[in-house]
Nanobody, 124 residues
């Protein structure tokens, strides 16, 4: 079973940047569809960004141009680089992995493995 551990969360002022790593243990992530999701209090979980095993990426409209998802298969790590952060980015961020490829690798997929989440708080 893939175990995912996020880190890098914290508090930042609006306009600042953060990078979230998500490291997988036990199994290589190279063949997995990987994604970042977030959930704010009182809101449903939403997909932020997804990357397939070939490196193709998709983003939520609310983060396009500010956030970049990437993966380093040699380090078994997924990243989320967040720039020009806004207060509305405040949420718990989760990474996820699933056995999907091509167009099936998207934020609506039923990801099988999830991390425990890391909190991001953006102040104005």
């Amino acid at each position: 079973q893939v175990q995912l551990v996020e880190s890098g969360g914290g508090s930042v002022q609006a306009g600042g940047s953060l990078r979230l790593p998500c490291t997988a243990s036990e199994y290589t992530i190279s063949t997995y569809c990987m994604g970042w999701f977030r959930q704010s209090p009182g809101k449903e979980r939403e997909g932020v960004a997804v990357i397939d095993s070939e490196g193709r990426t998709t983003y939520a409209d609310s983060v396009k141009g500010r956030i970049t998802i990437s993966r380093d298969n040699a380090k078994n790590t997924l990243y989320l680089q967040m720039n020009r952060l806004k207060p509305e980015d405040t949420a718990i961020y989760y990474c996820a992995a699933g056995h999907y490829s091509g167009i099936d690798c998207n934020a609506g997929a039923n990801f099988a493995y999830w991390g425990q989440g890391t909190q991001i708080a953006v102040s104005s």
